[in-house]
């Protein structure tokens, strides 16, 4: 069946999208949906370990978020925003700006007494190149006066988005990249990763530096035509290895995440296997995609015609999928990134 983005449509009252993360991360409620049976029921995230079983292979993402978000002057004094996408050299980044009207190839921007840049390049779509110089490490300035690239639905002052910093990421992050948390892995505490552990769960990690792509709007009515931006990603020889006895073994592997689901299944079709390595991974997920790599998707609950809802219906099935939604909805569970979760099976 051909899907058009009308097909993965719902209604969503706005009180519904969480603003604001939960006390204790572990409190979320988590819909528990059976591909096999056709059904789902209510649970709660404390009962994550118990759908699990001895041997299974749980794979988290261990990218880390940094302060994405820059706040700056121009050379007349104007304000302007500077949210980073990607470093494309040395000092060198692609990023959007706020306003882009303002800020021509050539213009100097300021951002303090140690970090300046230049516009390299301005493109048609309003993006820039940007090129910085820095009194001392790059990296160390932006984590100085950077501000956490929270979702644009999360409303917060310059002052009040530090409160996000340490709560909008994974108690597992490590890998210093991304530009927005991989949102699955937000319910996580060290005690669950120990019950897990406990009871016999193996648990590797990729890492997938989440971009642009991922929360990328779906602009192509025909889903055919669309294409999720690539991504940067690194997988361990020792995880590779433990994947791989799995697979030849029969046990399931769990995935945290889309961008956990979509490195995984990237790896897995290259090469028929899992390998280590790194890369872009430039995979699109769509209806009729046949998955290789995963047996099992812990998720959030996304938003209407996003490719992380398509993504998730895929391998749960379309109709299981966008009624367990409907169910959500009416239940009030809580959607996107400090939102409530979906474990599928």
């Not at 700006?97 to 140690?114: H, I, M, Q």
């Not at 997920?285 to 895929?314: C, M, Q």
């Not at 099935?317 to 939604?325: C, D, K, P, R």
Request: hydrophobic share 40%.
């Amino acid at each position: 069946m051909n899907y058009s983005l009308e097909d993965f449509d719902f209604d969503l009252p706005p009180d519904q999208i969480a603003d604001a993360a939960l006390e204790v991360r572990s409190a979320s409620r988590m819909l528990s949906v059976d591909r096999t049976k056709l059904e789902f029921r209510d649970s709660n995230f404390v009962d994550f370990p118990a759908a699990l079983r001895s041997g299974d292979v749980l794979v988290l993402n261990n990218t880390k978020v940094f302060p994405a978000r820059l706040f700056g002057q121009t050379e007349t004094g104007a304000t302007v925003e500077i949210f980073l996408i990607e470093e494309v050299g040395s000092e060198t980044w692609s990023a959007l700006a706020k306003p882009a009207k303002r800020l021509a190839e050539g213009k100097t921007l300021v951002f303090g007494s140690d970090l300046s840049a230049t516009v390299v390049e301005k493109r048609e779509d309003g993006s820039l190149t940007i090129s910085f110089e820095a009194d001392g490490n790059l990296a160390a300035s932006i984590d100085r006066i950077g501000r956490t690239p929270l979702p644009p639905y999360i409303k917060r002052d310059r002052e009040s988005a530090d409160l996000d910093r340490e709560r909008y990421q994974t108690v597992f992050a490590r890998e210093r990249g991304a530009i927005a948390a991989p949102t699955a892995g937000l319910h996580f505490t060290a005690k669950t990763l120990a019950d897990l552990r406990a009871i016999g769960v193996e648990i590797a990690e990729i890492t997938l530096h989440v971009g642009y792509g991922t929360f990328e709007p779906v602009r192509a009515e025909n889903l055919a035509d669309h294409r999720v931006s690539p991504e940067r990603f690194s997988v361990s020889q020792q995880t590779a290895d433990t994947l791989n006895l799995a697979k030849k073994e029969g046990r399931r592997i769990v995935a945290v995440g889309t961008t956990t689901t979509r490195t995984l299944e990237y790896v897995y079709q290259m090469h028929g296997r899992f390998e280590a390595g790194s890369g872009r991974a430039d995979l699109t997920i769509l209806p009729g995609y046949e998955f290789k790599a995963i047996d099992g998707l812990l998720t959030n609950f996304h938003l209407p015609k996003s490719s992380l809802l398509v993504l998730a219906s895929t391998f749960g099935g379309h109709e299981l999928i966008m009624n367990a939604y409907r169910h959500a909805v009416a239940s009030g569970y809580r959607f996107y990134s400090y939102g409530d979760c979906m474990l599928i099976m």
